[in-house]
């Protein structure tokens, strides 16, 4: 069954992003980071901006077969898509299309957009609807 993990009080959703997924890719995680089309542009454009210490190999799920295989970070509209399914990100609103294959989801919550911590107690509900377990993880407990 599938982790579920909700990370709530994110103060920059993409920053958080950009550190899960240079954190999933040194400990050699495969990542899918699904969400709206516009929200993958600024993650595209975050993960290229980061310092060549910092880079994170990723792809889209538009880019060719090889490549989409290749990368250990794909960002997909479609998380369904991801030739692996070994880690989750949700940046969007809605429970993403697929979850259930991934080994693990982890949920971005903003600390600021009360639309998005909404959409959170929704997604929440539907997971613990279903039988899921889910852990609960502060940010701001953790220092970001």
């Not at 600024?42 to 990723?58: E, I, S």
């Not at 060719?64 to 295989?69: H, Q, S």
């Not at 971005?108 to 009360?114: K, N």
């Not at 929440?124 to 502060?138: K, L, N, S």
Request: with cysteine; glycine share 6%; proline share 5%.
């Amino acid at each position: 069954m599938t982790e579920i993990a909700f990370h709530f009080n994110a103060p920059d959703k993409l920053a958080y992003a950009c550190r899960f997924a240079r954190k999933a890719v040194r400990s050699d995680a495969l990542l899918v980071i699904t969400g709206p089309s516009a929200m993958l542009d600024a993650v595209d454009r975050a993960l290229w901006a980061l310092g060549p210490q910092d880079f994170v190999a990723h792809c889209r799920q538009e880019d060719e077969a090889d490549l989409r295989e290749a990368s250990p970070v794909l960002l997909a509209t479609d998380p369904r898509a991801a030739a692996h399914a070994q880690v989750l990100l949700n940046l969007g609103p809605a429970v993403p299309a697929g979850f259930e294959r991934f080994g693990r989801l982890v949920e971005v919550v903003s600390s600021t957009d009360e639309a998005d911590r909404a959409g959170a107690r929704e997604r929440w509900r539907h997971y613990a609807q279903r039988g899921y377990a889910i852990v609960r993880h502060d940010l701001v407990l953790k220092g970001g």
